[in-house]
């Protein structure tokens, strides 16, 4: 059986709500980055880069939102999930994660770890600030973009276990 390795809060919701959404037999696998979850030697074994989320599949890890949520679609065809049949839809659908992946998600890393940017207290007050201004207009440029992709929240997204 698929084991999703997730931690509350963190972008491992995304492939969680998509095998929700699926309807997958899964077992969700609390690993806490709160509490260093993710530093343990069992879960570096897992995911070298500490990184959730991570997919354990009867083939092995997958890790990557971008990765995981095509395997899902590839293995459960469910609706909403990235689009399949159709070249062109599922590429717009893949540019989308992509530029979460590679640009929204680095600017939030920003603000919750700063240290990772710089060593001094200055800069890491900077850097956070710079990085709050880039936040607003990414998530705003994320709004326009998923909806340009007719991307709604599913109503199971807000009941969807946060802890
Ligand atoms: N590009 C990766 C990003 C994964 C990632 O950075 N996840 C965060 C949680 S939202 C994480 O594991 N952070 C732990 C850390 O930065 O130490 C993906 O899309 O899966």
């Not at 990557?64 to 659908?93: K, M, Q, T, W, Y």
């Not at 940017?117 to 800069?123: I, L, Q």
């Amino acid at each position: 059986m698929l084991k999703l390795f997730y931690s509350p809060g963190a972008c491992s919701l995304v492939p969680h709500i998509a095998l929700e959404e699926a309807g997958a037999e899964f077992t969700p696998l609390r690993i806490p980055i709160a509490e260093g979850g993710n530093l343990t030697a069992e879960f570096l074994a897992i995911n070298p880069h500490a990184r959730l989320p991570a997919l354990d599949t009867d083939r092995g890890i997958i890790t990557e939102n971008i990765a995981v949520l095509n395997f899902i679609a590839d293995r459960f065809g469910a609706p909403g999930s990235v689009p399949r049949g159709d070249p062109h839809d599922a590429a717009r659908c893949n540019e989308l994660l992509g530029w979460f992946s590679s640009s929204v998600h680095i600017a939030f890393a920003e603000v919750w770890r700063g240290g990772r940017f710089t060593t001094t207290r200055a800069c890491g007050r900077r850097s956070r600030r710079a990085a709050a201004r880039c936040s607003p207009s990414s998530s705003t440029k994320s709004r326009r973009c998923a909806s340009m992709n007719g991307w709604r929240p599913a109503a199971s997204l807000r009941q969807t276990v946060m802890r």
